[in-house]
């Protein structure tokens, strides 16, 4: 069983719909969790930062992390055709060495 | 500011030869961490290195090492490359190395047949 599950997707969405990503964990000692966004052919940008449990708004993106449930999430509201990427959850039990999700393909068409 | 660059973009290689990527991270960053991604494994860590030190390390092969320069940039070598060695390679660069402040390179697509 890998340490961080996320569902691959390919996710489908209409422009404007409210989008959930998820990815489950198994080591506790994870208290970094971060959310990046990979455009075909580059490299992942960070997109949300969040330290332990709770929630975090940036604009259009909430992330939410439980603890309790080995659980976090990334919302997208208002979803735009810009979006389309693949998202990687990732967490670290230190501030280094990040353990990264296999990514969720993320389509939004007009 | 100049974002992280590596070089070269994309590389064909067969078996059993070796290659040799290059990192240069943002200027003032002193930490520089490399990633092997694919699409069955997704992104896994290969090593950090701070001030030419490596400071941590994946579970990967002897065959996967790496260096730091004193200028920061860094190099990773593949020795005898394998077929499942194709992949995105990508560096990391930061400031300190905390989680919150790492840039990704656009990656070095390697391709070994």
């Known amino acids: 069983q890998k340490e961080v599950e996320q569902d691959p997707g390919p996710l489908s969405v209409p422009e404007g719909a409210i989008v959930s990503l998820n990815c489950t964990y198994s080591?506790?000692?994870?208290?970094?969790f971060m959310w990046y966004r990979q455009y075909s052919r580059k490299g992942p940008e960070l997109l949300m930062y969040?330290?332990?449990?709770g929630n975090k708004e940036d604009g259009r993106f909430t992330a939410q992390v439980d603890k309790s449930s080995k659980y976090i999430s990334l919302f997208i509201r208002d979803s735009q055709p810009s979006d389309s990427a693949t998202y990687l959850c990732?967490?670290?039990?230190?501030?280094?060495?990040?353990?990264f999700g296999t990514g969720t393909r993320l389509q939004v068409f007009p | 500011k100049a974002g992280v660059t590596q070089t070269p973009r994309y590389l064909i290689k067969t078996r059993g030869q070796q290659v040799t990527l290059s990192c240069s991270p943002i200027s003032g960053h002193r930490s520089v961490s490399w990633y092997q991604q694919t699409p069955g494994q997704g992104l896994q860590f290969l090593f950090e290195?701070?001030?030419?030190?490596?400071?941590n390390k994946g579970n990967f092969p002897g065959r996967f090492s790496g260096r730091q320069f004193s200028n920061s940039r860094s190099e990773m070598n593949v020795s005898t490359l394998e077929l499942g060695d194709s992949a995105l390679y990508l560096c990391v660069s930061s400031l300190s190395g905390t989680a919150r402040e790492q840039y990704f390179g656009p990656g070095t697509r390697l391709t070994v047949t």
């Open positions: 080591n506790s000692a994870f208290q970094y």
């Open positions: 969040t330290y332990s449990s």
């Open positions: 990732a967490m670290s039990a230190n501030t280094d060495k990040l353990i």
């Open positions: 290195y701070f001030s030419e030190t490596q400071r």
